[in-house]
């Protein structure tokens, strides 16, 4: 596939490096600020051993670029015990983190639902940096931070890219799909009754700085075929889609609200750990099954330029097991405004500066279409990337 680039998209990455720019510069750890932290949260036998920040390039891979924050691995032992741990940060931006108090609410909510959720990693701690960029008490706070437990693993998507370079399909990839669709109908089973919040849920899905309205308002004035006018038939027809479900109330699940291959660490087998949940921690199915099979596609059109080989069988393994575990088949006819908030991040010059033009058009055509269609058919991906 053609790496040639279109009229409008910046040669030099200008999206990217004025996003980051922008990206205000975060307190900086310092040793004797990080281990009196320690050893006021577990004890003054406590000491810090080693920190360091985790390599972008094993978290991110080679498309995507931009993120939230730097996170940092600490080692530090208690007594004659050795632990680890990620202290996450939340850098200002776009996307609807220009206040400090978005990022401490993000960052809140974040030590609040990490452990509510089945295999999610624990969040140990919740605190903030003061102006000497101390790690001390939220009354003092100029910005927070949240102390999750490390997990080990590597991320899904290694596998992905396994895939990507022309290795075949193991027994264990099929086995790892139809792990992820049955943990994800194992947590939707958890229902919770509250019309008003399912309804806020969709809401935000149109206009949360994560979502739908953030990720446009990132796109420039012309990128290509991508156009204000095209970004903006994109957000009227979600919002219609958004009056077509809203009083599917009773759909109101238990969600990751995040769940890509990058927030997936599978260990032996079929044993992995979930990151950094996001949002809300109910929510609408097809929110998490959507980011899941979009990779899917993603990785296929990146390779091929169509939905085909293993990327096919994955996409449709996981959607079959996904319906077979949970019973929903409703999820097929809700899809369509959550497909469309994925691709366009997968389609971003912000979040994936690195993607050929053909990739973008395809993405998009998939993301008209699939708004277009009354229900989602997974076995029609080709036809909606055309």
């Not at 320690?38 to 390039?57: A, N, Q, W």
């Not at 949002?279 to 169509?306: C, F, H, K, Q």
């Not at 999820?331 to 908030?341: E, I, K, N």
């Not at 690195?354 to 989602?376: E, Y």
Request: proline residues 5%.
């Amino acid at each position: 596939m053609g790496q040639e680039v279109e009229r409008g998209e910046p040669r030099d990455r200008n999206l990217l490096e004025r996003a980051l720019r922008e990206r205000r510069v975060m307190p900086r750890f310092k040793k004797q600020n990080l281990a009196g932290y320690l050893r006021d949260r577990f004890g003054p036998k406590t000491v810090l051993l080693s920190y360091g920040p985790i390599g972008k390039d094993s978290a991110q891979g080679k498309y995507k670029r931009y993120g939230y924050g730097s996170p940092v691995r600490i080692t530090f032992r208690i007594g004659k015990t050795v632990r680890s741990a990620v202290i996450e940060t939340m850098t200002p931006g776009p996307f609807g983190h220009e206040h400090m108090a978005d990022r401490a609410q993000a960052i809140l909510w974040d030590y609040a639902s990490y452990g509510r959720l089945p295999r999610h990693v624990k969040a140990l701690d919740v605190g903030a940096f003061t102006a000497d960029q101390a790690l001390f008490s939220v009354s003092r706070a100029r910005e927070f931070f949240v102390l999750n437990e490390w997990a080990e693993g590597t991320g899904y998507q290694t596998d992905l890219e396994r895939l990507a370079n022309g290795h075949g399909l193991r027994p264990l990839d099929r086995q790892r799909t139809d792990a992820l669709a049955r943990y994800l109908a194992r947590i939707h089973a958890q229902k919770r009754r509250d019309p008003g919040l399912y309804k806020r849920r969709l809401r935000e899905l149109i206009g949360h700085g994560e979502c739908i309205m953030g990720l446009t308002d990132s796109y420039p004035k012309r990128l290509g075929f991508i156009t204000e006018e095209l970004l903006r038939v994109i957000e009227d027809s979600c919002n219609r889609w958004r009056w077509r479900l809203r009083d599917k109330t009773g759909r109101l699940s238990q969600v990751h609200g995040d769940f890509h291959p990058y927030n997936v660490l599978f260990r032996s087998g079929t044993d992995f750990s979930v990151l950094d949940r996001s949002r809300g921690e109910w929510g609408e199915p097809a929110d998490d099954v959507t980011a899941m099979t979009m990779n899917y596609v993603l990785s296929s059109l990146i390779r091929w330029g169509r939905l085909q080989g293993p990327f096919e069988i994955l996409f449709r393994r996981f959607w079959e097991a996904y319906v077979e575990a949970s019973g929903d088949r409703e999820v097929l006819a809700t899809a369509a405004p959550f497909f469309a908030f994925r691709g366009l991040v997968v389609a971003s010059p912000v979040w994936y500066p690195n993607l050929p033009i053909g990739v973008r058009r395809s993405i998009f055509h998939f993301i008209t279409n699939v708004l277009d269609a009354r229900r989602f058919e997974p076995d029609r991906v080709n036809e909606y990337c055309r």
